[in-house]
């Protein structure tokens, strides 16, 4: 099962936009990360955020996450056209971190 | 610093064949975790290894198993193969048996004919 859901399930901005992405999740978390995944290959990690966190940055990345809500958003500001990938929201969660990813948010940015 | 490595990078089998995918973790990492991803969908967690053992599973059925040797490196063994097994199964590594900042692999596409 997926406790993570991303929203929206697909974006297409053009060079220099804001992309906002939501996730929204279903139960108690210890911490929330974002991955990104070029065209089917593998993951890459880039950022975590603990549960006692509301707000991260890094580089053009800002996080965020409300836990009354729920919920996390990923802004990518000034967008390239190289941010085109899928983006996941994956929780961790109880005594070992299980690692649970939602449906991701595919981004196009159009030269 | 060789990353997160997976052999084969593509796999083609039968109905009722066996696999075994291959995976070496990331220079000091001793953590493994294995995910399918469907088309189209998010990783789906399988299990994870740690002091060659299996610490947490995902909810996939026993003819998904695995195994961690001396050197970290793990592999994951699919029995009975069905059509919906195709897919494309990602390994990742970590630290000391958390998830934190996992390193992922490119992944290794399985297609089950």
């Known amino acids: 099962s997926q406790q993570g859901e991303e929203d929206p399930q697909a974006l297409s901005i053009q060079e220099g936009e804001n992309a906002t992405m939501n996730c929204s999740y279903k139960t108690s978390i210890n911490n929330l990360q974002w991955y990104r995944q070029n065209s089917g290959r593998g993951l890459v990690h880039l950022i975590l955020?603990?549960?006692?966190?509301r707000e991260k940055h890094s580089g053009r990345l800002r996080v965020t996450l409300d836990t009354s809500k729920k919920s996390s958003s990923l802004l990518i500001t000034a967008s390239r056209a190289a941010d085109t990938a899928s983006y996941f929201c994956a929780t961790l969660s109880g005594s070992y971190d299980k690692v649970i990813f939602g449906p991701g948010t595919s981004l196009s940015v159009i030269p | 610093d060789a990353g997160v490595t997976q052999s084969p990078t593509h796999l083609i089998k039968t109905r009722g064949q066996q696999v075994t995918l291959r995976c070496s973790p990331k220079?000091?990492?001793?953590?493994v975790s294995w995910y399918q991803q469907a088309l189209g969908q998010g990783p789906q967690f399988i299990f994870q290894?740690?002091?060659?053992?299996?610490?947490q599973r995902g909810n996939f059925p026993d003819r998904f198993s695995g195994h961690q040797f001396p050197n970290y490196s793990s592999e994951l063994n699919v029995n009975a193969l069905l059509l919906g097994d195709s897919a494309l199964y990602l390994c990742?590594?970590?630290?000391?048996?958390?998830?934190?900042?996992?390193?992922f692999g490119p992944g290794t596409r399985l297609t089950v004919t």
């Open positions: 955020i603990r549960s006692n966190e």
């Open positions: 290894y740690y002091e060659e053992e299996e610490r």
């Open positions: 990742a590594s970590s630290l000391r048996g958390n998830s934190y900042e996992q390193y």
């Open positions: 220079s000091g990492h001793d953590t």
